[in-house]
T-cell receptor, first 114, second 110 residues
Framework: DTAVSQTPKYLVTQMGNDKSIKCEQNLGHDTMYWYKQDSKKFLKIMFSYNNKELIINETVPNRFSPKSPDKAHLNLHINSLELGDSAVYFC?????????????FGQGTRLTVV | KQEVTQIPAALSVPEGENLVLNCSFTDSAIYNLQWFRQDPGKGLTSLLLIQSSQREQTSGRLNASLDKSSGRSTLYIAASQPGDSATYLCAVATGNQFYFGTGTSLTVIP
C-alpha cells in the first residue's frame, strides 16, 4: 500500500497550458503539503493544508492553486505554465497534532514545460 | 525564519568506512527533526525521526543524534556500503511546516 501517492509521475507540457497534479494519502493524517524541488535539489514549501483548510501559502504565483476536497487529498492546479515552472513537485503528509509523526512523501511529479 | 544547513555538501568514502553527516538549524524551537534519503530521480524515503525531547534514534546501521540547544543533528552511518550512495536530507519541523537542509550527496566507492 502506497502511503502518499501522486499522479502523474511525469508531466511534459507546452508553455501556456493548464495542468493538475493529484495527491492522495491513506495514512489518516490531517495535514498535507506541496513542496517544490528546484534544479539544485533544494526543497521549498509551497502550500500546507490542515483538515482541508489552507494554513501556509508561501510566495507562489497565483497561477498555482491548491485544492483539498477532503483530508486525504490535496491537488495542485497550475495555470498558464511557464518554463520556470519546470521542477519536481512533491506531496507530503503528517499528523500535525502532538506527538508529531514523521512526514511521508510521495514519489514526486517531474514537470517539464517546453 | 528557520534556516537549515548541511555539511558537507558532498562526500565520497570507500566502502566499509564509518561516516558522519551534519545538520545545523538556526531556531531551536522545533518539534522534531527527520532524516531522509533521496536516490536520483526518486522520492524521499524517511530514515529516522527524532522528537524534540529525544537525544538520539537508531535504525540498523544508522544513528541520528539531536542537540536542540545548539541547533545540531548528526547522522552516523556505520560500515558504509555502495547501496548507501544517495543524497541525505535533514528536515526540521515546526508547528506548521518543515524546513529542509541543502542535502549531502554521498558516494560510497566499492
Amino acid at each position: 500500500d502506497t502511503a502518499v501517492s501522486q499522479t502523474p509521475k511525469y508531466l511534459v507540457t507546452q508553455m501556456g497550458n493548464d495542468k493538475s497534479i493529484k495527491c492522495e494519502q491513506n495514512l489518516g493524517h490531517d495535514t498535507m503539503y506541496w513542496y517544490k524541488q528546484d534544479s539544485k535539489k533544494f526543497l521549498k514549501i509551497m502550500f500546507s493544508y490542515n483538515n482541508k483548510e489552507l494554513i501556509i501559502n508561501e510566495t507562489v504565483p497565483n497561477r498555482f492553486s491548491p485544492k483539498s476536497p477532503d483530508k486525504a487529498h490535496l491537488n495542485l492546479h497550475i495555470n498558464s505554465l511557464e518554463l520556470g515552472d519546470s521542477a519536481v513537485y512533491f506531496c507530503a503528509s503528517r499528523r500535525r497534532q502532538a506527538p508529531f509523526t514523521e512526514a511521508f512523501f510521495g514519489q514526486g511529479t517531474r514537470l517539464t514545460v517546453v | 525564519k528557520q534556516e537549515v544547513t548541511q555539511i558537507p555538501a558532498a562526500l565520497s568514502v570507500p566502502e566499509g568506512e564509518n561516516l558522519v553527516l551534519n545538520c545545523s538549524f538556526t531556531d531551536s524551537a522545533i518539534y522534531n527533526l527527520q532524516w531522509f534519503r533521496q536516490d536520483p530521480g526518486k522520492g524521499l524515503t524517511s530514515l529516522l525521526l527524532i522528537q524534540s525531547s529525544q537525544r538520539e534514534q537508531t535504525s540498523g546501521r544508522l544513528n541520528a543524534s539531536l542537540d536542540k540547544s545548539s541547533g545540531r543533528s548528526t547522522l552516523y552511518i556505520a560500515a558504509s556500503q555502495p547501496g548507501d550512495s544517495a543524497t541525505y536530507l535533514c528536515a526540521v519541523a515546526t508547528g506548521n511546516q518543515f524546513y529542509f537542509g541543502t542535502g549531502t550527496s554521498l558516494t560510497v566507492i566499492p
